[in-house]
């Protein structure tokens, strides 16, 4: 077995689908554990903080945010709060390699989902793990930073190629 997904671009279909919720069921399976290990693995083997199952072409509703210091899963998550109050952050994506830019997002968020598992959790976060849960979330809608952006800080969007 590979250590590593490979992460697949906007150009892969994949990444623009809507991934479909986990049975809960299937979160204890070994499968399923190494599949998350993996999904670890390959966050980290890439320098994110964050990782969407559907960036490795698995759409499933989950995905690994390093946020409290720690590498969490959140299986079927779910924004369940947004605060009025935005913040401005520079953000940039596996899946675009090489563009980064301004998205504007709500402060803070309480998400929920079942954790590694199979356990319910909820998060009250704000500023930089905020942006990472909801940037991440997205991927699981299909919907990618740029599609927010405002304003391109590094890197050429559209891209041409
Ligand atoms: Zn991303």
């Known amino acids: 077995m590979s250590p590593a997904y490979e992460v697949l671009t906007y150009k892969n ?22 599949y998350l290990d993996k999904l670890i693995i390959t966050m980290h083997a890439e320098d994110g903080i964050g990782i969407a199952s559907p960036q490795v072409g698995i759409n499933k509703r989950v995905f690994i945010a390093h ?14 709060k947004t605060s009025e109050a935005t913040v401005e952050t520079e953000e940039g994506c596996l899946s675009v390699p090489h563009v980064y830019g301004i998205v504007t997002r709500p402060k803070r968020v309480t998400i929920t989902a079942l954790d590694r598992h199979g356990r319910k959790m909820e998060f009250d976060l704000k500023n930089t793990e905020a942006v990472i849960v909801q940037h991440e979330n997205d991927h699981l809608d299909g919907v ?3 599609d927010k952006m405002t304003e391109v800080t590094k890197g050429t969007y559209p891209i041409t190629n």
Do not use: C, W, Y
């Not at 919720?21 to 554990?33: H, L, P, R, S, Y």
């Not at 946020?67 to 369940?80: G, S, Y």
């Open 13 to 34: 279909a994949s990444v623009r689908e809507r991934s479909l919720e986990v049975d809960a069921g299937e979160i204890t399976t070994k499968e399923f554990q190494d």
């Open 67 to 80: 946020i409290k210091h720690q590498d969490i899963a959140f299986i079927n998550p779910k924004i369940v």
């Open 144 to 146: 990618l930073f740029v």
